[in-house]
């Protein structure tokens, strides 16, 4: 059996620890993407326009529809760029956590005052003003 000098043994020390990182199973930082910003600065005022028919009856169920499909949709691209991309994945399902309670509670409850209102949409405005600057944060 070989001996290798303590240098050869550092330096293959050395590269075991670094190769990861080199390679696909090292840690991965995520680069900024403008479909991402773009897909959720454009959910954001269409949710609050749905927010806005609350105030009435009957919910428009076609709507909420479509705001839970694009949402799912932005959830899916987000999640398919890979775990480097947590970070945004979770904001988004945040959001869409947030409008599905929001829509329960509106089932449930009756058209919303102005007050409840102005609440709900504060509350979802906050959560994609942090997924817009979670992007806008990221390496470009």
Same mark, same amino acid.
Do not use: C, Y
């Given at each position: 059996m070989a001996r290798f000098s303590s240098s050869c043994r550092? %330096?293959?020390a050395m590269f075991l620890l670094v190769s990861p990182m080199l390679g696909c199973g090292g840690p991965q930082l995520a680069r900024y993407d403008e479909t991402t910003y773009q897909h959720v600065t454009f959910a954001k005022p269409e949710v609050l326009a749905v927010y806005d028919t609350f105030k009435s009856d009957p919910v428009d169920d076609a709507k909420i529809g479509d705001i839970d499909l694009k949402l799912a949709q932005i959830r899916e691209y987000v999640a398919g760029k =890979?775990?480097?991309? +947590?970070?945004?994945?979770? #904001? @988004?399902? %945040?959001? #869409?956590?947030?409008?599905?309670?929001? @829509? $329960?509670e509106r089932r449930?409850? =009756?058209?919303?005052?102005?007050?409840? %209102?102005?609440?709900?949409? +504060? $509350?979802i405005s906050e959560a994609f003003d942090i997924a817009i600057k979670t992007e806008q944060a990221k390496n470009k």
């Open positions: 550092k %330096l293959a =890979g775990s480097a991309n +947590d970070d945004m994945t979770h #904001q @988004v399902e %945040l959001i #869409q956590g947030m409008f599905k309670k929001h @829509v $329960a449930r409850d =009756g058209p919303w005052n102005d007050a409840n %209102l102005e609440n709900h949409k +504060d $509350a």
